[in-house]
């Protein structure tokens, strides 16, 4: 009876420890894991708004410094002459007549179908003059003219080519057909660009 009498405090100690365990467990803890990780929640916001703190920080001068090279590349001769998107059009479109005439010797090798402007629905940095192209040519004469092309002061470029083959038989008097040399059927996008910079809406 001594012995029951001297455990019934450690006992009861030990009960009341299981009971505030089960409480713990039962009504606080959760609390106490939500809480921890509303708090590493709010360390990663911290940082970054702290990231874009510091990239606000730098805008302005990756702004003025984007104006410099604006500058520096609207003197340079690749691009072309105009300066309004009428002008660029009538440019464009003088300087591919003059390539393609400098490598016909007859209109049977190479024709202009069609070129009409088109307007640039994406502009990016420079505005893009782009001149919308069809034409029947022969391969080596078509060759020649994209590599003056090319070589092309004020830069020029060729987008979205596609090419077609199209034959054309001839008849000679004895009743001999005879094949003319091959005609391609070409469309393509030439494009260049004006000197004029454009600023993107989230530069303004």
Same mark, same amino acid.
């Given at each position: ?47 970054? +708004? ?24 609207? %003197? ?14 009538? #440019?464009? /479109? ?13 209109? %049977? ?17 420079? #505005?893009?003059? /782009? ?40 008849? +000679? ?11 391609? #059927?070409? +469309? ?12 993107? #809406?989230?530069?303004?």
């Amino acid at each position: 009876m001594n012995l029951d009498s001297r455990l019934s405090p450690w006992l009861a100690v030990m009960v009341l420890l299981l009971v505030l365990v089960i409480m713990y467990f039962l009504f606080f803890h959760w609390f106490f894991v939500a809480h921890a990780g509303l708090n590493e929640d709010v360390e990663s916001l911290n940082e970054s +708004r702290q990231q874009f703190v510091n990239e606000a920080a730098r805008t302005p001068d990756l702004r003025k410094k984007l104006q410099e090279v604006k500058a520096q590349v609207g %003197s340079n001769n690749e691009f072309l002459q105009a300066d309004s998107k009428n002008l660029g059009n009538a #440019e464009i /479109t003088s300087i591919f007549k003059n390539i393609v005439n400098g490598q016909t010797a007859q209109t %049977s090798e190479c024709q202009i179908i069609s070129q009409s402007p088109t307007q640039d629905r994406n502009p990016q940095q420079f #505005e893009k003059i /782009t001149l919308r192209v069809r034409m029947r040519c022969q391969y080596e004469v078509f060759a020649k003219i994209v590599e003056l092309i090319e070589e092309n002061t004020p830069s020029l470029f060729i987008n979205d080519l596609r090419v077609e083959t199209r034959n054309v038989n001839r008849y +000679r008097k004895n009743a001999k057909q005879s094949k003319a040399p091959e005609n391609l #059927e070409i +469309r393509f996008d030439l494009f260049a660009y004006l000197k004029n910079p454009i600023e993107p #809406e989230d530069e303004k």
